[in-house]
């Protein structure tokens, strides 16, 4: 284990040099820059320990590196180098989250000093943030990622190992399945939960102005447009961008958004100048996107830097054993919003529901919750699968189990006294029971 990872950041080579050979000698990992803007393009926050940089620089000055690496992950701690006429200024950056300042000249030892006491804060930290994950987090994270099946376990603890790592991600899925929501809980989770998360719909590429809402542009640039305007990826700073339905993105627009990924920096329409931008970012399909690369409608190289990381969204059809679990939830909380009681929900309608395919996924299976709570019939069957295909011996059936399932809660469980309610012989009730895999107290 090293002492810790360090990156040195100064206008003058010469103090870099000699910072790299102190500091690696003395057990740090260090990586040195003399361009600032070069150095926040490249700085893995999440891997690196302490950053020391210098205050006075020309383009960017250490005051505006503190922001941006505070805007990224406000527990970095970053020491400030200044000389004597600028202790006021590292006096006031400290007051703005700075850990510390060193006045030049300064001596190697007293720099190893405070970065040890820095590099132990960052662990710290770290720890402690580990260990509220375990405590509450995941209970948090199974609330907002329902379910029991093996392909959702294993999104969940995707979300815990990737939620801190600035790695981009691609969701699959059919729509519907929850592709948005899981990017959001990458957010959610992670350091950049207290910054922008910022939905884009690549299918609305064709509405005017799409570009320049991806990138914003600069005064007078479009016309009627008398103000600058920033962009959402610029807007998303610092946070997460979801692009949904990515292979809707055109090509010309998919190279714009290759080259931001590639150098986290971007340029509005109309500017020459590049800014900056620390993004973490997610793209959601419904498409084969190697398909759509064969078919030369999907840049490879995007695709390659999308898919680092690919995770795949079932349908509800594949994972029927949420289907109850995710029903009722959807039934508690339409009860709660529309101020009705919750109706009672019978083992049996469970079952039927399981049954289903529920093609529109998620919603579809919301929106049949909220029907349930309103007391509304459900929607009448596709033309295509008329109620007269479910043969008469099956209606039959299912009306048998729903009633003898309706009076076995009302007899608290007791078959015998279902038995007198539905009026039949305890024996034939318990039989019924039986083959229709209900519940009562045989």
Request: a negative charge.
């Amino acid at each position: 284990m090293t002492r810790g990872t360090i990156a040195f950041i100064d206008d003058e080579p010469p103090l870099c040099d000699a910072a790299a050979d102190w500091l690696g000698a003395s057990g740090f990992r260090v990586a040195t820059y003399t361009d600032p803007a070069r150095a926040l393009a490249e700085i893995d926050t999440a891997r690196c320990d302490c950053v020391v940089t210098d205050l006075r620089m020309p383009g960017v000055s250490g005051q505006q590196v503190l922001a941006q690496l505070r805007a990224g992950d406000a527990e970095l701690p970053v020491i400030l180098l200044s000389g004597h006429a600028d202790v006021p200024v590292a006096v006031e950056a400290m007051r703005e989250g700075a850990y510390d300042f060193i006045e030049k000249p300064y001596g190697a030892e007293h720099l190893v000093a405070v970065l040890d006491r820095a590099v132990e804060l960052r662990r710290m930290r770290r720890e402690l943030r580990a260990t509220r994950w375990s405590d509450t987090a995941s209970a948090r994270l199974e609330a907002r990622l329902a379910g029991s099946a093996p392909a959702i376990a294993a999104l969940r603890d995707a979300v815990g190992q990737l939620a801190d790592i600035a790695v981009d991600l691609l969701v699959s899925g059919e729509p519907g399945t929850g592709k948005e929501e899981l990017a959001r809980a990458f957010h959610d989770f992670g350091r950049r939960a207290r910054r922008p998360f910022v939905a884009i719909d690549c299918a609305g590429v064709a509405e005017p102005g799409f570009e320049a809402e991806l990138f914003g542009h600069e005064r007078g640039f479009l016309a009627g447009t008398a103000a600058a305007r920033v962009g959402k990826l610029e807007h998303a700073n610092g946070g997460t961008v979801f692009l949904g339905e990515i292979e809707a993105l055109p090509l010309a627009l998919q190279s714009k958004l290759l080259r931001v990924m590639q150098d986290r920096r971007l340029e509005r329409i109309g500017s020459n100048a590049a800014r900056p931008v620390d993004l973490r970012v997610v793209a959601g399909t419904r498409a084969d996107l190697r398909a759509e690369v064969a078919a030369g409608r999907f840049r490879a190289d995007l695709f390659y830097r999308l898919s680092a990381v690919e995770l795949a969204l079932p349908p509800l059809r594949a994972r029927r054993e949420d289907i109850p679990l995710l029903f009722t939830r959807f039934a508690e909380d339409a009860a709660e919003r529309f101020g009705r009681a919750l109706p009672d929900l019978l083992e049996s309608d469970l079952r039927l529901l399981q049954g289903q395919d529920w093609p529109g996924n998620l919603p579809e299976l919301k929106a049949a919750a909220e029907r349930h709570v309103l007391g509304l019939r459900p929607a009448a069957p596709a033309a295509a699968e008329p109620a007269a295909a479910v043969p008469l011996p099956e209606r039959v059936a299912r009306f048998e189990a729903e009633a003898i399932a309706e009076a076995l809660r009302q007899a608290g469980g007791s078959s015998a006294l279902a038995a007198d309610v539905l009026g039949v012989p305890r024996r034939t009730l318990n039989e019924k029971i039986a083959r229709h895999g209900l519940r009562g107290d045989e």
